[in-house]
């Protein structure tokens, strides 16, 4: 069955760092998102991506934060300096429609 | 913002035995989704339903859109080992197009 794959499955980085999270939706999905869970805490909602723009971000997805599709599979996410608070798995997904989503194996961000 | 109630937080139950959780909210979703999250890997999804009063079945799993449209339950059959995981429900509003808004998750834990 076809996945989203994300790499690296662990990031370690200083803080004021840049980042950049990378993924590989499923290949006839439409839809991109990135979403993010604190440990020990739910998902959040950080963006999604349609027709080559954003279609919708939340409060998280502030000036830090930008999302990419640079060639017809790949899906980043960069984080321009990262904070401590920014410590998360990063969740990407895809869709084919705006239903269902299949979520990625995540990448841990340990920001030091 | 649109908030989702999940309960119960944690179960700890004998294998075999049913399971039931339930997702409540003060906004009206169009979709309701579970998932199921094991450690170090991403929510995979369960069962999806979009239309109120709407019952699916995947296996052992029942879940149901609620007929006031803000909530559902999930109930889990006979339960097994391989469970034990941390359930999440996810839905849609219908002023949010494409962002889930996530519970904060039920951990089951099964003692065999």
């Known amino acids: 069955e076809p996945e989203v794959t994300q790499t690296p499955s662990h990031q370690v980085t200083q803080m004021g760092q840049e980042v950049i999270l990378r993924c590989v939706p499923i290949s006839n999905h439409l839809y991109f998102y990135w979403y993010r869970q604190i440990l020990g805490q739910k998902v959040e909602f950080l963006v999604s991506f349609y027709n080559n723009e954003i279609s919708e971000k939340s409060e998280i997805f502030d000036d830090q934060f930008s999302v990419e599709r640079p060639d017809g599979s790949n899906f980043t996410l960069k984080i321009r300096s990262t904070k401590l608070e920014d410590s998360a798995m990063y969740f990407c997904?895809?869709?084919?429609?705006?239903?269902?989503?299949?979520f990625g194996n995540g990448t841990r961000l340990t920001v030091t | 913002g649109q908030q989702l109630n999940q309960s119960p937080q944690s179960m700890f139950i004998q294998e075999g035995e049913d399971v039931s959780m339930n997702c409540t909210s003060s906004s009206i979703f169009n979709t309701w989704l579970w998932y199921k999250q094991e450690p170090g890997e991403g929510p995979v999804l369960l069962i999806a339903l979009y239309k109120a009063g709407e019952l699916t079945s995947n296996g052992r799993l029942t879940a149901q859109f609620g007929i006031t449209r803000k909530d559902s339950f999930l109930n889990i059959s006979a339960s097994i080992p391989s469970d034990v995981g941390i359930y999440f429900c996810a839905g849609r509003t219908i002023q949010g197009a494409q962002k889930l808004v996530f519970g904060q998750g039920t951990r089951l834990t099964i003692n065999p």
């Open positions: 997904a895809s869709s084919v429609s705006d239903r269902t989503l299949h």
